[in-house]
């Protein structure tokens, strides 16, 4: 079992910064891909980022490219998710996931991924 834990939503203005850190609750940099996704009201839950266990690869929805910035720190056990240029829409709850044995093709799927945290609101104003 994870558990996983976000902490760093809020409320920013468009344009502004934040970064969401998730910790879990165990060691996850042997095996565990770790992303994160987001779910707007009345918006299906969507792909935000993921970073790949062991190779370290990146993966980004279209939405984010250039704009938002997953890392990991496997010392802590924490990966992060900088988010920089803001927009309202980016606006959602923003849940960090892992997942192990996940192929290339999957990473964007969210049925890939067994441990979901609870989520951190992110809130862009216009």
């Known amino acids: 079992q994870v558990q996983l834990e976000e902490s760093g939503g809020g409320l920013v203005q468009a344009g502004g910064s934040l970064r969401l850190s998730c910790t879990a609750s165990?060691?996850?940099?042997?095996?565990?891909?770790m992303g994160w996704f987001r779910q707007a009201p009345g918006k299906e839950r969507e792909f935000v980022a993921c970073?790949?266990?062991?190779?370290?690869?990146?993966y980004y929805a279209d939405s984010g490219k250039g704009r938002f910035t997953i890392s990991r720190d496997n010392a802590k056990n924490t990966v992060y998710l900088q988010m920089n240029s803001l927009k309202p829409e980016d606006t959602a709850v923003y849940h960090c996931?892992?997942?192990?044995?996940?192929?290339?093709?999957?990473?964007?799927?969210?049925?890939?991924?067994?441990?979901w945290g609870q989520g951190t609101q992110v809130t862009v104003s216009s």
């Open positions: 165990r060691r996850t940099s042997n095996r565990f891909n």
């Open positions: 996931v892992a997942g192990s044995e996940i192929i290339t093709s999957a990473v964007r799927n969210s049925v890939s991924y067994s441990y």
């Open positions: 970073i790949v266990w062991n190779s370290g690869q990146t």
